[in-house]
T-cell receptor, first 114, second 112 residues
Framework: GAVVSQHPSRVICKSGTSVKIECRSL??????MFWYRQFPKQSLMLMAT?????????EQGVEKDKFLINHASLTLSTLTVTSAHPEDSSFYIC??????????FGQGTRLTVV | DQQVKQNSPSLSVQEGRISILNCDYT??????FLWYKKYPAEGPTFLIS?????DKNEDGRFTVFLNKSAKHLSLHIVPSQPGDSAVYFC???????????FGGGTRLMVKP
């Protein structure tokens, strides 16, 4: 089946620094990718929809200047957490989906800001 | 306003028995439903899906039932195995695009 690869799987960074997370669709072209965030024992919360070649669409309450999304090609979307703070520590997951099919998820990235 | 709800946060069953996970939705525009399984610190993995034109889909030990009039779907796992212990999310999508709306998840524990 289709595979979505997310990297890194785990990152620890200092408060105030920026972290980039990559999401690649390995065997299909994804014009749209999605970025989710999951807090402990909670559901997946959609942060933004990443559109290839155009600006991302952010969900209400998500700071676009803090969570920068770039979808420069049909197989790569990146999420950059800028000026990270401890409250940004979370599990971030990307997904890509072909129309009318199931979505495939990346392995997730555990971000810890110290 | 939660459009997809999983009212049971946890479920415990004995190995070999049936596990039934439930999901309710409110948006009548949803036409495609999916179940995902998630282990801690990993991304969700797809289990099974169903289109709104069907009321049942079966894949091995997993069967999904859809009741459109009740806006309810359920995932049956039989027989349940200890390796099935995980968090299960139902998700729904409509003709508005590729976006999935997730339920809150149900933690399934299968006891040996």
């Amino acid at each position: 089946g289709a595979v979505v690869s997310q990297h890194p799987s785990r990152v620890i960074c200092k408060s105030g620094t920026s972290v980039k997370i990559e999401c690649r669709s390995l065997d299909f072209q994804a014009t749209t990718m999605f970025w989710y965030r999951q807090f402990p024992k909670q559901s997946l919360m959609l942060m933004a929809t990443s559109n290839e070649g155009s600006k991302a669409t952010y969900e209400q309450g998500v700071e676009k200047d803090k969570f920068l999304i770039n979808h420069a090609s049909l197989t790569l979307s990146t999420l950059t957490v800028t000026s990270a703070h401890p409250e940004d520590s979370s599990f971030y997951i990307c997904s890509a989906r072909q129309p009318s099919l199931e979505a495939f998820f990346g392995q997730g990235t555990r971000l810890t800001v110290v | 306003d939660q459009q997809v709800k999983q009212n049971s946060p946890s479920l415990s069953v004995q190995e070999g028995r049936i596990s039934i996970l439930n999901c309710d939705y409110t948006n009548s525009m949803f036409d495609y439903f999916l179940w995902y399984k998630k282990y801690p610190a990993e991304g969700p993995t797809f289990l099974i899906s169903i289109s709104s034109i069907k009321d049942k889909n079966e894949d091995g030990r997993f069967t999904v039932f859809l009741n459109k009039s009740a806006k309810h779907l359920s995932l049956h796992i039989v027989p349940s195995q200890p390796g099935d212990s995980a968090v299960y999310f139902c998700a729904a999508s409509g003709n508005a695009g590729n976006m999935l709306t997730f339920g809150g998840g149900t933690r399934l524990m299968v006891k040996p």
